[in-house]
């Protein structure tokens, strides 16, 4: 079983729809979680990190539920700038405060 | 505020060559570092990584390395570059002394193609 697992897609959505991506990790031990986006042919950057209660940075909604060890990111009013890879982050055991990375869910956002 | 750079941005080498690509980062002290590689359509993947001045931790055995002689440089090098070794390097910082230590914020890659 992979680390991080998520859907590759890719989502096609129309613009101001409503999108939402899963994403379940293996190691009960994790204890940051985080979404990262990237653009093609670009370096990831940090979209948000996920917190047990959930947390909302304008259209972008995460979510964790350590139970089921998994990480949502619900993203609203879907823009055409939106279109990304959304790559779900975990962290990971041992030194160093290393993290493992989903390979991504690829959006389109289209007109 | 904090920056990172990495260069050369793109690099065509042929098999058997040597590497060093080279990672600086701006505005911290004492950050933890990272070189990972993205292969075309694949996630990223650690390869190394450093918590201090000659301090480095390899994650996957193969024939890189890394080397941090300075608190704010990593080099990436290779002694003879396979066709394998083609892909996305990229390089991370985070800051350990912070709650949010296991935030990583990238460089901008260097896109390596091995012919």
């Known amino acids: 079983r992979k680390e991080v697992e998520q859907d590759p897609g890719p989502f096609n959505v129309p613009e101001g729809a409503t999108v939402a991506f899963n994403c379940t990790y293996s190691n009960s031990a994790s204890q940051s979680f985080f979404w990262y986006r990237q653009d093609c042919r670009k370096e990831p950057k940090l979209l948000m990190s996920?917190?047990?209660s959930g947390n909302e940075d304008g259209r972008f909604t995460a979510q964790l539920n350590r139970a089921s060890q998994y990480i949502s990111l619900l993203i609203r009013d879907s823009k055409l700038s939106d279109s990304a890879t959304y790559l779900c982050?975990?962290?990971?055991?041992?030194?160093?405060?290393?993290?493992?990375f989903g390979t991504g869910t690829q959006l389109k956002v289209e007109l | 505020s904090q920056t990172i750079h990495q260069w050369p941005a793109t690099l065509v080498q042929p098999v058997g060559s040597p590497l060093s690509l080279e990672c600086t980062v701006e505005?911290?002290?004492?950050?933890?570092l990272y070189w990972y590689r993205q292969a075309a359509g694949r996630g990223l993947q650690l390869l190394f990584y450093s918590v201090g001045i000659g301090q480095i931790s390899s994650e996957v055995p193969q024939n890189l390395s890394a080397s941090r002689p300075q608190d704010r440089q990593f080099i990436l090098s290779s002694k003879k570059l396979l066709l394998s070794d083609s892909g996305f390097y990229l390089c991370?910082?985070?800051?350990?002394?912070?709650?949010?230590?296991?935030?990583?914020?990238f460089g901008p890659g260097t896109r390596l193609t091995v012919t």
């Open positions: 505005g911290t002290s004492n950050p933890n």
């Open positions: 982050v975990v962290s990971r055991g041992g030194g160093g405060n290393k993290l493992t």
């Open positions: 991370a910082w985070s800051d350990p002394r912070l709650a949010v230590s296991y935030e990583q914020y």
């Open positions: 996920v917190y047990s």
